[in-house]
């Protein structure tokens, strides 16, 4: 079982749709929650981040963490073609040198 | 604030030989840069934690001989590919920390370097 699971998608939607997009864990020390944008042969793009559970906002941008189910979420609201993109999740624990543990991303298409 | 550069962003070159890349923290100073690996369509995959002063640290399955890791500064690390080969065509990406805050979680991520091995 990998660490961090994550659908790959390919997600279609049509612009203004509300975008759901989530990754499950296995490791119980992860503190630190990250989702990422990345387009084609770019680098990742922090988009927002959570220490612990809770949920945060920023702008059309709501990350939402529960521990307990250990399962992560990010939404799009009012979602635009230029979101079109590789959404990826990332993990981190309190520890050590802090690594990252990335999902395989979901593909992202919204279209006009 | 918070810029990483990667040099070059594309390099080709032919099987059997080696190819430096180069990751810096414009604006900040780094003990711990990260080397990731991606291919398409697929996640970052780290390869190893590089420490300013001291050897990296290379995650299982990476081999630490074909793949060299130098922090020799607190903003800049290298990456060597030697003896490359098709195979290890792929995008590779860093990361750094901000040494100041160095209880911080966050990682600043470089544009990537792509690299195709002829």
């Given amino acids: 079982q990998k660490e961090v ?8 939607v049509p612009e203004g749709a509300i975008v759901s997009l989530n990754c499950t864990y ?41 521990k ?32 990252y543990i990335f999902g395989t991303g979901t593909r992202l298409k919204v279209l006009a | 604030g918070a810029v990483v550069s990667q040099h070059p962003s594309w390099v080709i070159c ?22 990731y690996r991606q291919f398409p369509k697929q996640s970052l995959m ?18 630490k001989d074909k793949f060299l890791i130098n922090h020799a500064s607190l903003t800049l690390s290298t990456l060597t590919v030697t003896s490359a080969h098709p195979e290890d065509s792929s995008f590779y990406i860093c990361s750094a920390r901000d040494v100041p805050n160095s209880q911080s979680y966050e990682q600043y991520f470089g544009p990537g370097t792509r690299l195709t091995v002829t």
């Avoid at chain 1, 922090?46 to 220490?51: A, H, I, Q, S, V």
């Avoid at chain 1, 992560?72 to 802090?98: H, K, N, V």
């Avoid at chain 2, 032919?14 to 080397?35: H, N, P, Y």
């Fill in chain 2, 14 to 35: 032919k099987s059997g030989t080696s190819v430096k890349i180069e990751c810096r923290s414009l604006d900040f100073q780094a003990t711990t840069m990260f080397w």
């Fill in chain 1, 26 to 66: 296995s490791n119980s020390a992860f503190q630190y929650f990250m989702w990422y944008r990345q387009y084609s042969r770019k680098g990742p793009e922090l988009l927002m981040y959570t220490y612990s559970s809770g949920n945060k906002e920023d702008g059309r941008f709501t990350a939402q963490v529960d």
């Fill in chain 1, 68 to 99: 307990s189910s250990k399962y992560i979420s990010l939404f799009i609201r009012d979602s635009q073609p230029s979101d079109s993109a590789t959404y990826l999740c990332a993990m981190s624990s309190t520890s050590g040198t802090y690594k």
């Fill in chain 2, 46 to 63: 780290l390869m190893a934690t590089s420490n300013e002063g001291s050897k990296a640290t290379y995650e299982q399955g990476v081999e």
């Fill in chain 1, 5 to 12: 699971e994550q659908d790959p998608g390919p997600l279609s």
